[in-house]
């Protein structure tokens, strides 16, 4: 199978081209899932589940664009007896082709990680050998190596909101549709802590709706999660209302959700308010120095007319304090998380 050259994703953006297979090359900037294409090794690296299996069915489907019969086989590195790696690339008695995926690296027995570093000089003509490594320090060598050696993709995880709202954007554009920016914002504000559960929400509003993408929409299909969302809550909060953020809370817990979220949302838009006060005199530039799109900058600027450094400097405090209740330190989770809702309320202003 000669390996494919990545051209034009399926987005219809341009494509990266890939790293020379050459040892001893200067290892280029990461591929992205969609730039994924076969090649005799590939390595699939970062912790986002749902891009590596992106990039790995990529990186099949091409191959079957090649050989619609070529043979796919998947190997688990955390189970990987020697030798298998071997065995499975081997040539058979009709030459055919063949993709092995080896994944879990990132927690792959010893053999496993010797016996993929050994492939990385001898690829085996005919065959794309795919590895995937979640991330950490495990196999340092192999990964290395496999760099400089081979095409990389990189899946990080997508931690901002500004990079989460890109990705939806793009989900939208691979399907032909566009949505309202407030749609966007909505839509990652209900979903945004799961990717995967991000991408089945634009995929829901895709299938299920026509035209250009309101925030209504998101709403008719999203809004009790929006409401009992722990950004939801922390906005009541942040804004001084006590009583709502309490009562989205409740109902948020009654419904079986878990504390620890919560207080990580509080947290979140507490630090883009510490983030945006401390850069307050730089004007727009703030914004690309935060990694943040101009409209959150814009958001935190206002929302710090209610607040005093006093003020910020005790809620963060009280979310602090929340946060290692609701991990162990505390005897009563929902109670921690429900004082720091309205410590950080009664924060504001002062």
Same mark, same amino acid.
């Given at each position: 199978?000669?390996?494919?050259?990545?051209?034009?994703?399926?987005?219809?953006?341009?494509?990266?081209?890939?790293?020379?297979?050459?040892?001893?090359?200067?290892?280029?900037?990461?591929?992205?899932?969609?730039?994924?294409?076969?090649?005799?090794?590939?390595?699939?690296?970062?912790?986002?589940?749902?891009?590596?299996?992106?990039?790995?069915?990529?990186?099949?489907?091409?191959?079957?664009?090649?050989?619609?019969?070529?043979?796919?086989?998947?190997?688990?590195?955390?189970?990987?007896?020697?030798?298998?790696?071997?065995?499975?690339?081997?040539?058979?008695?009709?030459?055919?082709?063949?993709?092995?995926?080896?994944?879990?690296?990132?927690?792959?027995?010893?053999?496993?990680?010797?016996?993929?570093?050994?492939?990385?000089?001898?690829?085996?003509?005919?065959?794309?050998?795919?590895?995937?490594?979640?991330?950490?320090?495990?196999?340092?060598?192999?990964?290395?190596?496999?760099?400089?050696?081979?095409?990389?993709?990189?899946?990080?995880?997508?931690?901002?909101?500004?990079?989460?709202?890109?990705?939806?954007? *793009? !989900? #939208? =554009? +691979?399907?032909?549709?566009?949505?309202?920016?407030? /749609?966007?914002? $909505?839509?990652?504000? @209900?979903?945004?802590?799961?990717?995967?559960?991000?991408?089945?929400?634009?995929?829901?509003?895709?299938?299920?709706?026509?035209?250009?993408?309101?925030?209504?929409?998101?709403?008719?299909?999203?809004?009790?999660?929006?409401?009992?969302?722990?950004?939801?809550?922390?906005?009541?909060?942040?804004?001084?209302?006590?009583?709502?953020?309490?009562?989205?809370?409740?109902?948020?817990?009654?419904?079986?959700?878990?504390?620890?979220?919560?207080?990580?949302?509080?947290?979140?838009?507490?630090?883009?308010?510490?983030?945006?006060?401390?850069?307050?005199?730089?004007?727009?530039?703030?914004?690309?120095?935060?990694?943040?799109?101009?409209?959150?900058?814009?958001?935190?600027? *206002? !929302? #710090? =007319? +209610?607040?005093?450094?006093?003020?910020?400097?005790? /809620?963060?405090? $009280?979310?602090?304090? @929340?946060?290692?209740?609701?991990?162990?330190?505390?005897?009563?989770?929902?109670?921690?998380?429900?004082?720091?809702?309205?410590?950080?309320?009664?924060?504001?202003?002062?």
């Amino acid at each position: 199978m000669p390996p494919a050259a990545p051209s034009r994703s399926s987005s219809g953006s341009s494509s990266r081209p890939a790293r020379s297979g050459a040892r001893g090359r200067a290892a280029a900037p990461g591929l992205s899932w969609e730039d994924a294409a076969p090649a005799p090794v590939v390595l699939v690296t970062g912790p986002e589940e749902l891009l590596a299996e992106r990039a790995v069915a990529r990186v099949v489907a091409l191959a079957r664009e090649t050989d619609a019969d070529v043979e796919v086989t998947r190997l688990d590195a955390g189970t990987y007896v020697g030798g298998q790696l071997a065995v499975t690339t081997s040539p058979s008695l009709f030459a055919e082709d063949k993709v092995v995926v080896l994944q879990g690296l990132e927690h792959g027995s010893d053999d496993a990680v010797a016996d993929a570093l050994a492939y990385l000089s001898a690829p085996v003509a005919g065959v794309v050998v795919v590895l995937v490594h979640g991330g950490g320090t495990r196999g340092k060598k192999l990964l290395d190596a496999a760099r400089a050696a081979a095409p990389t993709v990189v899946c990080e995880r997508l931690k901002t909101p500004a990079d989460k709202e890109a990705f939806v954007s *793009a !989900e #939208l =554009r +691979r399907a032909g549709r566009r949505a309202e920016r407030q /749609a966007v914002t $909505a839509l990652v504000e @209900a979903l945004g802590s799961d990717l995967r559960e991000l991408a089945a929400g634009v995929a829901q509003l895709v299938a299920d709706t026509t035209g250009v993408i309101g925030v209504e929409a998101v709403h008719r299909y999203h809004g009790g999660r929006i409401e009992a969302s722990g950004f939801q809550v922390a906005d009541a909060a942040l804004a001084g209302d006590a009583g709502r953020a309490v009562a989205l809370l409740r109902h948020a817990l009654a419904t079986g959700l878990d504390p620890v979220p919560f207080v990580a949302a509080l947290a979140a838009r507490l630090r883009t308010l510490a983030k945006v006060g401390a850069l307050r005199g730089r004007g727009g530039s703030a914004a690309a120095a935060l990694g943040m799109a101009p409209w959150q900058v814009d958001r935190a600027l *206002a !929302e #710090l =007319r +209610r607040w005093t450094p006093e003020g910020l400097a005790e /809620a963060i405090g $009280a979310v602090a304090q @929340a946060d290692a209740e609701v991990k162990g330190e505390g005897r009563d989770r929902e109670f921690a998380v429900e004082r720091a809702v309205l410590r950080v309320a009664a924060a504001t202003g002062r």
